[in-house]
């Protein structure tokens, strides 16, 4: 797992450790981690030009002593200082290395003289704001921070990329957006989440000591090696695998039923009971004739539904199923059970005006994207995509649920536990039919005995490792990075068992 957590505790163990340490040493910790990255990203660090980005707090100081020893390695080193004040002995610790410092900028206006050492250089390090920034950059940071970001040299930010808010990935205006963010003790969720994750580039940590003053994380993401579907053993026959019930599709929404079912017959499911009305109950059989089908007369009752379709060990419901009295009712009578529950799509808008049916002991799953869950909170869309991990949290808490909210960066939460925050996914993703993928796959995982938080957490990891897999091609002659295709729901089922092999 990778771990981070949030800035009131990073300072709590930076203190600890600081009260053990001589003044200054962690400073010349994290700085000389940083200056290890830089020199790794320049063809040289002799003769290279390095720019500073200096802000006034101590994320400016480890640029500048970072700089100071590139300086003695032979680099042209220059600093922008901005903003009313700058680290003192980190000034020193440059210019006796013989670095350069520009004037102060202070203000909207960025000098031509700094604007050009800014677009010229090999190197930028941004360390205008870390763990301290607060609220959107001013000025002059904006400005500095866009020049940096269009610039041809190789962009590396000082622990934090400056205007992400390092707790949360929030971004108020602009950030830089660096190639390479070196961080400082642990991660940070910012560096994680969207949409601060995206200004990151590769995220390299480089450890100063902070381990045992560390608490509990607030965030982590997972390895590889963390992720554990349910093996089958010898003796496991389809019941013991586990069933999944699927309530999804209606006569006007089929595709929903087909993709939801196929995420669950390539997610180990031991059987699939599918159910609804006729159109869809066909297409599935033909589709995925390794499932069990049941028709739902129309008007026949959630709770007789659910005595027809017969045992299950975790339901399914929503994909296309509508939104109206009869998919009420199957939600009802799935939720009223002592089943896992995983609630999706049409089934979260029924949510939004039942809330009262998630008090229930049994496991509940709700995977909604920033609308759905928007409309659940009684919040905008883009507030919710603005500040994911703050209401992913909130809903966990509110509706007593793990809650996974689909997005760039997926988060799973669960209340009083770290929230997982999903690394496999892909841009590939944003494609109709996905969301009916993940919800049978992670069913499934339900099914097979995983906890909510396992299920959704891991079924999103295979999820987008699969979408990764499904539109990789052959590595294109003389770039050595694959070529990529785009891909259809279809594509990421057909590509699930290979997620898996990679896991194993
Ligand atoms: N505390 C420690 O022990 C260590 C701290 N380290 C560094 O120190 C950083 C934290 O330093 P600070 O607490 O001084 O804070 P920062 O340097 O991250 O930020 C504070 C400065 O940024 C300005 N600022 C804040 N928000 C702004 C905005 N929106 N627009 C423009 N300016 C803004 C403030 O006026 C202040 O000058 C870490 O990120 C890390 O880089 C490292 O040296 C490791 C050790
Ligand atoms: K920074």
């Given at each position: ?66 700089g100071a020893?590139?300086a ?5 080193v220059t600093a ?14 440059l210019r006796?290395a013989g670095g350069r410092v ?403």
């Open positions: 797992m990778r771990y981070a957590h949030e800035v009131g505790k990073v300072r709590a163990a930076e203190g600890a450790l600081m009260a053990r340490l001589p003044e200054g040493a962690l400073m010349q910790r994290a700085a000389a981690g940083l200056a290890a990255v830089c020199a790794r990203m320049l063809p040289r660090v002799y003769g290279a030009d390095v720019v500073l980005l200096v802000g006034g707090g101590d994320n400016g100081g480890d640029a500048l002593y970072a020893r590139l003695r390695r032979g680099a042209r922008v200082p901005a903003g009313s004040r700058t680290h003192r002995g980190g000034l020193a610790a006796a520009l004037d102060r900028v202070d203000g909207e206006a960025v000098s031509p003289s700094a604007a050009a050492v800014i677009e010229t250089a090999d190197l930028i390090i941004d360390g205008l704001t870390g763990i301290g920034g607060t609220g959107g950059l001013r000025e002059p940071h904006a400005t500095l921070a866009v020049l940096a970001s269009q610039a041809t040299g190789v962009v590396v930010a000082c622990d934090v990329p400056s205007g992400v808010d390092a707790s949360s990935g929030r971004v108020d205006g602009v950030a830089v957006h660096a190639d390479v963010t070196v961080t400082f003790g642990t991660y940070k969720p910012g560096l994680l989440i969207d949409p601060g994750a995206a200004c990151c580039g590769v995220v390299e940590l480089v450890d100063i000591g902070l381990g045992p003053d560390l608490p509990d994380p607030d965030v982590v993401a997972a390895w590889p090696v963390d992720v554990q579907p349910p093996e089958p053993r010898p003796e496991s026959d389809k019941y013991r695998r586990g069933v999944v019930g699927i309530l999804a599709g209606g006569e006007d929404f089929t595709g929903a039923a087909v993709l939801c079912t196929g995420g669950a017959v390539h997610g180990g499911a031991g059987m699939v009971r599918f159910a609804s009305v006729e159109h869809p109950v066909e297409l599935v059989r033909h589709r995925w004739p390794e499932a069990v089908t049941t028709v739902l007369p129309p008007g026949s009752g959630g709770v007789k539904a659910l005595e027809r379709i017969g045992r299950v060990q975790a339901w399914v419901v929503g994909p296309g199923l509508g939104t109206g009295a009869e998919a009420e009712s199957l939600l009802e009578a799935t939720l009223n059970t002592d089943l896992p529950v995983l609630v999706d799509a049409d089934g979260l808008t029924v949510l939004a005006r039942r809330r009262d049916l998630l008090r229930r002991e049994a496991p509940t799953v709700l995977t909604p994207h920033a609308g759905e869950l928007g409309r659940i909170l009684g919040v905008e869309r883009e507030l919710v995509e603005a500040r994911r991990l703050e209401h992913v949290r909130r809903a966990a808490s509110e509706l007593s649920a793990t809650v996974l909210l689909k997005g760039s960066t997926t988060l799973v939460a669960e209340e009083d536990r770290p929230v997982r925050v999903n690394p496999t996914g892909t841009p590939r993703l944003a494609t109709a039919g996905t969301g009916d993928v993940l919800s049978g796959l992670i069913g499934a995982l339900l099914a097979g005995g995983m906890s909510g938080l396992d299920a959704a957490a891991s079924g999103a990891y295979l999820h987008g490792l699969a979408a990764r897999i499904a539109s990789r091609g052959p590595v294109r002659a003389g770039t050595g990075h694959p070529s990529e295709a785009p891909i259809s729901a279809y594509d990421v089922i057909g590509a699930l068992p290979e997620a898996f092999r990679a896991l194993s």
